[in-house]
């Protein structure tokens, strides 16, 4: 008995020592690059916030701490609270010497979760890798901070993000090199010339030029104005503040410590104001907000970009052939019992083997007819539908925000590219894995598995080569109240024919327009009566959102234009950057500035390159804004007066 227990503790410890030593082996074996990567520091977006519904920039510091040059992709991975993968990879091809550190730029999309997990994975099949630690707890969808725009200091480059004096500081290195990744940037502090390469310089004037503020500090050793050069020269105007596009520059005669929040607002809200008096004879009256305990909902309807995916997904169906399934299904259940049961008495030597046999080919047969009449569709055609919203930026260029959802007859593997000179790419959900991948920047593409009639919904945004339509605003009349009478505007040459609505946002009411086809263009005027406040849209939040949205099947007819047409208003309002009753309640707009919507079908300049099979179909909002120009109040509103 001794000997049997010695044996087997032998056997046990035998076993032991040779697992180590395999793993040991195992371990000289892998490659180097396994251990070769190390995360020095990781800053979220431009304040080291994640700011929800956007993609933002994460820059990563990499150190290769071996004596081999490290030259592979990298795979950004978002976790869920187990630990597994969804979404699509974000890629990213990486080439570290030895004993260097980089800085490498990944944009995820941080969706309206609590979930905020990430991991860095490399090596052969992505394995091995490391858990990004957390931003700022900011991620709560109940935090107002999480809403809030990114105000920042940019700073020289030393590669740590930290607070001086307000705001915190951000290297000029990591400044993303396209104005797509810029959405989470509010307003930048700038008190010296930054050494930036020309991408960087011109998604820098892409970034002002959409709305963002800059604000000006003098040169700490000389006193004297900072002196730009090549795209950012505009930069030099001599003036207290000045617009370039729609975004606003504003000099300080301040140090870098007595600049504070209430500094930068009282200074933007004095622009406003002068400006809005140039138009009228009188100051702007100034509405009172309304409060937060106020009878509009003050919470924000989910994730608008999830929501308007799930919009396009329900446009197309696999119909089936639903009673012929439910027949089958009847007589399957007829043919297992009583039908195994009659089979089984019919056998005159009650062999269970026939009987058995007779189980397993009804099972395969009704397989076989399950998968023939459940796999296939009535009709369908392989379809890709998309809304897009695109601003106009210096040159003939747009920036562009694309909702697409591609429904295919035949499974495969399928990729997708913009013509644009970058893209980011996301999936924008946390539910589900998707077979392939994302490589964002330059020639950026995502490429994903869609089975046979289903459907994959994605977004992207890219920086789009297009005509830009010279503006001219030939005359425009205000009344005591400060709304608009009437406005004439021409544009050369004319936008595309093919639309669906013409509107005019002035503070916060919406103008009906409408188009008439010149030569050499086209001019828009104001209709009678269409006019409409904002607020009266609070409802497009969840009537079109959040509530699975049915469309009629097989024995109704779905209007497409219909579908398209309902979706305008949230369009507008996400263009807006509004997310809640409350927000489009307090809507007022600028008081000398107005936006005109131009809502039509998608010219081909802005459709995706892709081996899918099918019609690129889908509406695009074009949103321009115009300075109003200086002139008093309407002269028969004056004479009235007197």
């Known amino acids: 008995m001794k000997y049997r227990f010695t044996s087997i503790l032998h056997s046990i410890t035998g076993n032991i020592n040779l697992r180590f030593i395999m793993g040991i082996i195992l371990l000289l074996l892998l490659p180097g690059s396994v251990f070769a990567i190390d995360i020095e520091e990781v800053v979220w977006g431009f304040n080291n916030q994640q700011t929800r519904n956007q993609c933002i920039p994460v820059s990563i510091l990499l150190r290769n701490n071996?004596?081999?040059?490290?030259?592979?992709?990298?795979?950004?991975?978002?976790?869920?609270?187990?630990?597994?993968?969804?979404?699509?990879?974000?890629?990213?091809?990486?080439?570290?010497?030895?004993?260097?550190?980089?800085?490498?730029?990944?944009?995820p999309y941080i969706s309206n979760s609590y979930q905020t997990d990430w991991s860095l994975n490399w090596g052969p099949g992505f394995l091995s890798g490391k858990k990004l630690t957390r931003a700022e707890n900011n991620s709560n969808p109940n935090s107002d901070l999480s809403d809030v725009r990114s105000r920042i200091i940019l700073s020289r480059s030393d590669g740590i993000i930290r607070k001086v004096g307000h705001f915190k500081q951000f290297p000029e290195e990591l400044f993303p090199p396209s104005v797509t990744a810029t959405d989470s940037l509010d307003e930048i502090i700038i008190g010296h010339v930054p050494r930036w390469d020309a991408a960087r310089k011109v998604s820098f004037m892409d970034w002002l030029y959409q709305g963002g503020i800059v604000h000006l500090l003098t040169d700490d050793t000389t006193g004297e104005n900072l002196i730009f050069t090549t795209s950012?020269?505009?930069?030099?105007?001599?003036?207290?503040?000045?617009?370039?596009?729609?975004?606003?520059?504003?000099?300080h005669n301040l140090k870098l410590s007595q600049m504070t929040d209430n500094v930068l607002i009282t200074a933007v809200n004095k622009i406003h104001e002068r400006e809005a008096e140039n138009i009228l004879n009188h100051p702007p009256e100034v509405k009172q907000s309304i409060t937060v305990n106020s009878q509009y909902n003050n919470n924000g309807y989910g994730d608008i970009n999830y929501n308007l995916l799930h919009e396009l997904t329900e446009l197309t169906h696999p119909d089936h052939n639903w009673p012929l399934i439910?027949?089958?299904?009847?007589?399957?259940?007829?043919?297992?019992y009583p039908?195994?049961?009659?089979?089984?008495?019919?056998?005159?030597?009650?062999?269970?083997?026939?009987?058995?046999?007779?189980?397993?080919?009804?099972?395969?047969?009704?397989?076989?007819?399950?998968?023939?009449?459940?796999?296939r569709g009535y009709g369908e055609k392989t379809t890709m539908n998309s809304l897009l919203v695109a601003t106009p930026l210096p040159g003939n260029y747009f920036d562009t925000t694309c909702w697409i959802n591609s429904f295919v007859t035949d499974g495969g593997l399928y990729q997708f590219q913009t013509t644009a000179e970058s893209s980011i790419f996301t999936t924008a959900q946390d539910m589900e894995r998707v077979k392939g991948f994302i490589a964002n920047g330059i020639d950026g593409k995502i490429q994903a598995d869609i089975p046979a009639f289903t459907s994959r919904p994605f977004m992207f945004r890219a920086k789009v080569l297009f005509p830009k339509p010279e503006c001219e605003i030939v005359d425009y009349q205000l009344n005591r109240d400060g709304n608009l009478e009437d406005l004439i505007l021409k544009f050369q040459p004319g936008l595309p024919t093919a639309n669906s609505?013409?509107?005019?946002?002035?503070?916060?009411?919406?103008?009906?327009?409408?188009?008439?086809?010149?030569?050499?263009?086209?001019?828009?005027?104001?209709?009678q009566g269409g006019v409409i406040p904002l607020a009266t849209w609070r409802a497009k939040l969840h009537d079109n959102f959040g509530l699975s949205t049915s469309y009629p099947y097989r024995n109704q007819t779905k209007n497409i234009s219909e579908v398209y047409n309902k979706l305008y208003e949230t369009l507008v309002i996400k263009s807006l950057d509004l997310?809640?009753?409350?927000?489009?309640?307090?809507?007022?707009?600028?008081?000398?500035?107005?936006?005109?919507?131009?809502?039509?079908?998608?010219?081909?300049?802005?459709?995706?390159?892709?081996?899918?099979?099918?019609?690129?179909?889908?509406?695009?909002l074009f949103v321009y804004d115009f300075a109003l120009p200086e002139k008093q109040i309407a002269e028969n509103n004056e004479s009235s007066d007197q």
């Open 326 to 336: 439910y027949l089958m299904s009847l007589l399957y259940l007829f043919m297992i």
């Open 501 to 527: 609505r013409i509107q005019i946002l002035f503070r916060e009411k919406l103008y009906s327009a409408r188009q008439t086809k010149e030569k050499d263009g086209s001019t828009f005027k104001l209709n």
């Open 66 to 107: 071996t004596p081999e040059a490290f030259d592979e992709p990298l795979h950004l991975n978002r976790l869920q609270f187990d630990g597994s993968r969804v979404g699509a990879p974000l890629v990213r091809k990486v080439f570290l010497a030895p004993f260097t550190s980089q800085w490498v730029q990944f944009y």
């Open 579 to 620: 997310t809640s009753e409350e927000e489009v309640v307090q809507f007022q707009g600028h008081q000398s500035r107005f936006k005109l919507f131009y809502y039509c079908d998608i010219p081909d300049e802005f459709k995706l390159k892709t081996d899918v099979r099918g019609a690129q179909q889908g509406r695009i």
């Open 232 to 251: 950012m020269v505009e930069l030099n105007s001599p003036l207290e503040f000045f617009r370039i596009g729609e975004g606003l520059v504003i000099r």
């Open 339 to 375: 039908g195994c049961f009659l089979f089984h008495k019919r056998q005159k030597n009650s062999r269970y083997r026939n009987t058995l046999l007779f189980v397993l080919f009804t099972i395969v047969c009704f397989s076989t007819i399950f998968w023939s009449i459940g796999k």
